[in-house]
């Protein structure tokens, strides 16, 4: 196994960062400890799985009507780099925040053959900027 191979496991192993890759169809076809920390779902749970299992119901036509959009034309509205904050669903049921950057993944000709996402658990955090918003709102009544 060469170097750059080695590094990439090893990051992918490390991170606390979801590292979650899923194909044209929305498939998820690679799932890091990391995700299985976030989401609750073993790799095993969720490699095969379509997206829609961290994906809230509520959500779904609009997620799904993008992530065909970008698969179609190779470009998000949201561009590379970006970070994005949504909610997601774990196993559990609960409704988390998370925040992600989105890599494309074309093949040799540039077409699009899926999505990596970086993902971060933001929820405690959204809470305490709602909690100190509700305390600044009260304190300025």
Do not use: C
Request: glycine share 8%.
């Amino acid at each position: 196994m060469n170097l750059s191979r080695l590094v990439a496991d090893a990051i992918l192993a490390a991170s606390a960062d979801a590292v979650v890759a899923s194909d044209s169809d929305g498939i998820i076809r690679l799932w890091n400890p990391g995700a299985e920390r976030i989401f609750g779902f073993s790799a095993a749970e969720a490699v095969g799985q379509s997206l829609d299992i961290i994906t809230p119901e509520r959500l779904r036509a609009r997620h799904w009507e993008g992530y065909r959009r970008t698969m179609a034309t190779g470009e998000s509205r949201y561009g590379e780099g970006a970070l994005l904050s949504v909610p997601a669903l774990h196993k559990d049921g609960r409704q988390l925040s998370v925040e992600f950057t989105i890599v494309p993944l074309k093949d040799e000709d540039g077409r699009m053959t899926g999505i990596v996402a970086v993902m971060r658990d933001a929820t405690v955090r959204f809470a305490e900027i709602k909690a100190l918003r509700a305390q600044v709102a009260q304190l300025s009544r």
